[in-house]
């Protein structure tokens, strides 16, 4: 099937939404163009029904028409299979899935499930997460989902052996494709320190969305410890990231100021710096070529995929991470140290070994770096297309198909 035949329908969230998944979308996407632009890709955007300025955007969101041609409200039934009529009747050749359980509205994301019943086209579903021990909901939501999925991504290969083991599910339909990281040189952090105002700091980062369950705490309680045991470096903790929407809609930001509050507490203003804005890519990037040290101190065990940890992998950084799915997995072979959850003794020992090692920290970038060569947004986007394509050329083209004016587009 020639290439510039094959066309995608991403259904995801999508920026301004600020959103791990959208950005996981939009990389994955322009990528895919940038590869074979003779494929057409559009977006599906999943639009939060309530609440939307929590999102940190203008409210209702404003999408790229260059992009998104149509918009779901994630917690309208209707809106659903009214996407799903009107992309029937369009030329897009294959539909991706981008699933996480909390985008898509009704009872673990149920509603998802009536947009795949009534769609005609070949959908592979990407899941950004695979519970191990799912509670009974879930797991018939997950299997009405693979059921219904003409294949199945995972980011790993943890996740496929979850869906075996623990749902029951025939690996034939599962394909592995890691989370894509970013292609960028190797670097020292010394130019990158100098344009964020960081000369001759030692920079421990933590990045994404703030949130509880993100652990730090427990960084700020070790950081005491590991300023003390290394007197003579300047050293300073980045917290990079918004607050996470879904706790600004619910407490506001009492959790940033919580964490500002331990700050003072623990005496550490001159070694914490708050990070609280939205960054571009590139901005974003920056900080973590300046970091020398990503700390990972999550602490749920069951994350299969993790934006940020792809993204310091790509950008080659030493890494000390609590052992949740994907970092065991992606950490293994020495590329990184793992920690115990919630052990702000075990994150002091670990970062100091790394702080006081430079031929160690040094030796740990340049594996990271190289394993993440293999996983690039290129490689990764290469995969999705051979893959579309495969379920592409399954279905005969119907020429009858007509395109939908742009005027007509969003539901």
Request: aromatic residues 8%; proline residues 7%.
């Amino acid at each position: 099937m020639p290439l510039n035949r094959l066309s995608m329908m991403f259904v995801s969230t999508y920026p301004p939404r600020e959103c791990g998944i959208a950005t996981f979308t939009q990389d994955l996407l322009l990528n895919i163009v940038n590869e074979e632009p003779g494929i057409r890709a559009s977006v599906c955007a999943i639009d939060p029904s309530q609440d939307e300025s929590a999102y940190g955007c203008l409210s209702p969101l404003i999408y790229p028409k260059s992009r998104v041609s149509h918009v779901i409200k994630d917690t309208d039934p209707i809106s659903f299979v009214e996407a799903a009529q009107r992309i029937n009747a369009t030329r897009f050749g294959v539909i991706n899935i981008q699933h996480e359980y909390g985008l898509y509205g009704g009872s673990w994301g149920s509603n998802i499930i009536e947009f795949m019943e009534v769609l005609e086209k070949p959908i592979i579903t990407t899941l950004h997460t695979v519970l191990p021990k799912p509670p009974s909901e879930a797991k018939a939501v997950t299997r009405e989902i693979y059921s219904l999925s003409d294949g199945v991504v995972v980011p790993g290969q943890i996740g496929a052996d979850i869906l075996e083991n623990a749902y029951g599910l025939d690996p034939a339909k599962i394909t592995v494709i890691p989370h894509g990281v970013p292609d960028v040189p190797f670097i020292s952090t010394e130019k990158p320190k100098r344009k964020l105002g960081l000369s001759r700091r030692f920079v421990l980062a933590t990045f994404g969305l703030l949130h509880p369950a993100k652990g730090i705490d427990f960084v700020l309680e070790a950081l005491p410890h590991i300023i003390a045991a290394n007197p003579r470096i300047n050293i300073v903790y980045l917290i990079v990231g918004e607050t996470h929407p879904n706790i600004v809609k619910n407490d506001g930001e009492r959790y940033r100021e919580r964490l500002k509050d331990a700050v003072k507490t623990l005496g550490l203003e001159t070694h914490v710096h708050f990070v609280d804005r939205y960054l571009t890519n590139r901005n974003l990037i920056l900080h973590y070529l300046a970091t020398d040290i990503c700390v990972l101190p999550y602490l749920g065990p069951d994350q299969i995929s993790s934006g940020v940890l792809s993204q310091a992998i790509g950008c080659g950084k030493a890494i000390v991470s609590t052992p949740y799915l994907h970092a065991k997995d992606a950490l293994s072979d020495e590329r990184g140290l793992l920690v115990r959850f919630g052990d702000p003794s075990d994150l002091a020992d670990k970062i100091n070994t790394l702080v006081q090692n430079d031929s160690l920290r040094r030796e740990m970038e340049i594996r990271t770096y190289m394993y993440g060569r293999s996983i690039t947004w290129r490689e990764v986007a290469r995969k999705y297309i051979q893959l579309c394509t495969a379920h592409f050329a399954r279905r005969p083209y119907d020429s009858s198909e007509v395109e939908l004016d742009k005027s007509d587009a969003d539901v």
